[in-house]
T-cell receptor, first 116, second 113 residues
Framework: GAVVSQHPSRVICKSGTSVKIECRSL??????MFWYRQFPKQSLMLMAT?????????EQGVEKDKFLINHASLTLSTLTVTSAHPEDSSFYIC????????????FGPGTRLTVL | GENVEQHPSTLSVQEGDSAVIKCTYS??????FPWYKQELGKRPQLIID?????GEKKDQRIAVTLNKTAKHFSLHITETQPEDSAVYFC????????????FGKGTLLTVNP
């Protein structure tokens, strides 16, 4: 299957700082990527749809100025959590469909963010 | 928007028994229904999926059934093994690479040896 990577896998930061998370499709091109957030013992909640070359589409209740998404190439999308606070601590996971109109989405390994 | 309900939230079975997890969806336009297995701290892994033009699909010990009229679909795991223990999520989408997945809340499956 297709491979999606994320970096970093784990980050600890102080309150008020910004954190950038990268999502890469390693062996395929992805015009669309999805960013999810998962709190402990909960389901995956879609935050936004990242579109290559255009603005991201945010889900209701997700602050676009706080969670900046940039999809500058067909293999890379970045999520920047600006002015992070402890309540932003979560598991952030990206996914990408492997193209050709396929339904199948492949997930990255996730990034564990802890804001002190 | 789409709403996916998943039951039960926890399921405990003895090794060798079968496990069934059920999901319902609300949007009749949804036509793609994947199931993911997630181990603690790991990424969700696709284990099986079904599209709306099919009523049942099987892959070894895992099967999925879909009732489009009733808008529900189920995951069946037979001959369960301890390594099947994980959280299982159902999801629904309208299909295609640009459509988002809406997930159920998950089922924690525990297979007791």
């Amino acid at each position: 299957g297709a491979v999606v990577s994320q970096h970093p896998s784990r980050v600890i930061c102080k309150s008020g700082t910004s954190v950038k998370i990268e999502c890469r499709s390693l062996d395929f091109q992805a015009t669309t990527m999805f960013w999810y957030r998962q709190f402990p013992k909960q389901s995956l909640m879609l935050m936004a749809t990242s579109n290559e070359g255009s603005k991201a589409t945010y889900e209701q209740g997700v602050e676009k100025d706080k969670f900046l998404i940039n999809h500058a190439s067909l293999t890379l999308s970045t999520l920047t959590v600006t002015s992070a606070h402890p309540e932003d601590s979560s598991f952030y996971i990206c996914s990408a469909p492997n193209g050709g109109g396929s339904d199948t989405q492949y997930f990255g390994p996730g990034t564990r963010l802890t804001v002190l | 928007g789409e709403n996916v309900e998943q039951h039960p939230s926890t399921l405990s079975v003895q090794e060798g028994d079968s496990a069934v997890i059920k999901c319902t969806y609300s949007d009749s336009a949804s036509n793609y229904f994947p199931w993911y297995k997630q181990e603690l701290g790991k990424r969700p892994q696709l284990i099986i999926d079904i599209r709306s033009n099919v009523g049942e699909k099987k892959d070894q010990r895992i099967a999925v059934t879909l009732n489009k009229t009733a808008k529900h679909f189920s995951l069946h795991i037979t001959e369960t093994q301890p390594e099947d223990s994980a959280v299982y999520f159902c999801a629904a989408s309208k299909g295609g690479s640009n459509y988002k997945l809406t997930f159920g809340k998950g089922t924690l499956l525990t297979v007791n040896p």
